[in-house]
């Protein structure tokens, strides 16, 4: 195969975006010469910018389109859209792999100008309506990692590993060592990263479980709490209820700077949620706690973490709000369990 220039499609979010860079990686494996661009959304961008097997990574403010979209700015929604067509058109591309599988990610497939576009079996909102050709089903489809890879089957590539691809850079590394060391933070010291918001309110552990973990362990390590800017209320509930000395970084960081910070921890406790991947990906011990999701499709694939579920009949329901209004699935895992699981990384 001579040398070819791919356009990879994967829009957001942070974990599905990390989930895909193995598709990258085994890509730039088999085809060395080959030119990779990858079109993201803002969101998960900066996660892409320092990945060795990413030739470019293409920005589309795709979050800003659907704005648009949504109030009715439909002049200002086809700049955008003729600025993305005009630039993937540019650099002519000869395939297009669409690993986000949606009628919008179909259509920038579309509008790529690529004569070869390959999608994934299984897709939804008439997705495969855009492209040349589906690659076929992965035999085990049990983890997205999984699926994603699957679009390279056409190519006869088989993975060589699952693992993901997060690098940080020099920037970020210092700035988590002088976050740190301000908080006095020693560098053999202990450090658990907790996270208590996700995206969906179905997945949160309640915040007064955290505070209790943080009461618990604060006389083995240090306690971090981290999140983004709109995780501050939630953040606010474990802090009111907690007294253990816990360190605050929620809201003070961008994604790779937080991404940073969790590379220095000794293990991380979270549901499912993408900073989650982001400890997984750099090989950081996690503990999550899975309710509505199911771990074998979204939970570490790599060893040397510990998942922790309930057992309840309605999970895994998939849903963004329960439909009981009780969670109990996320409820019935208690704090001691999740001590329990923390000591084996603080030992």
């Excluded at 890879?149 to 060592?177: C, H, R, V």
């Excluded at 996700?198 to 309640?206: D, E, F, G, I, R």
């Excluded at 604060?218 to 939630?234: F, S, Y």
């Excluded at 220095?264 to 499912?272: E, F, L, N, P, R």
Aim: with cysteine; proline share 7%; net charge positive.
């Amino acid at each position: 195969m001579t040398a070819k220039r791919f356009l990879v499609i994967r829009l957001s979010s942070i974990g599905d975006v990390l989930h895909c860079t193995p598709v990258v990686r085994e890509l730039k494996q088999a085809f060395p010469a080959a030119h990779i661009t990858w079109v993201v959304g803002r969101g998960a961008a900066d996660l892409l910018e320092a990945n060795p097997y990413i030739d470019e990574v293409y920005v589309w403010p795709r979050e800003k389109w659907e704005d648009h979209m949504r109030h009715g700015r439909f002049a200002e929604a086809w700049k955008l859209w003729q600025q993305l067509r005009l630039d993937l058109r540019a650099r002519n591309f000869d395939i297009a792999l669409d690993v986000h599988g949606l009628f919008l990610s179909g259509m920038v497939a579309l509008a790529s100008g690529a004569k070869r576009r390959i999608g994934l079996s299984n897709t939804r909102e008439l997705n495969s309506l855009f492209m040349t050709e589906i690659a076929p089903a992965p035999e085990s489809e049990s983890h997205m990692i999984q699926r994603y890879l699957s679009i390279l089957q056409p190519f006869g590539i088989k993975p060589g590993s699952y693992n993901m691809t997060l690098e940080l850079t020099k920037p970020d590394i210092d700035f988590a060592e002088q976050f740190l060391a301000s908080a006095g933070i020693k560098p053999q010291q202990k450090l658990v990263a907790l996270i208590p918001a996700t995206t969906w309110s179905a997945k949160n552990w309640p915040p007064e479980y955290f505070a209790e973990l943080a009461d618990a362990l604060a006389q083995h390590a240090r306690v971090m709490l981290c999140g983004g800017p709109a995780d501050r209320c939630l953040a606010q509930q474990v802090l009111q209820k907690t007294s253990a000395p816990v360190i605050d970084a929620v809201g003070h960081t961008n994604l790779p700077q937080l991404a940073a910070l969790l590379k220095k921890s000794t293990v991380v406790v979270t549901g499912d949620t993408g900073p989650l991947h982001m400890a997984i990906a750099m090989g950081i011990p996690t503990v999550s706690i899975f309710g509505p999701t199911n771990p074998n499709r979204f939970g570490p694939l790599e060893q040397g973490h510990s998942v922790l579920e309930a057992e309840l009949g309605c999970r895994t329901c998939h849903k963004m709000k329960c439909r009981f209004n009780h969670q109990q699935c996320m409820k019935d895992v208690l704090p001691q369990q999740v001590i329990q699981a923390i000591k084996p990384y603080l030992h």
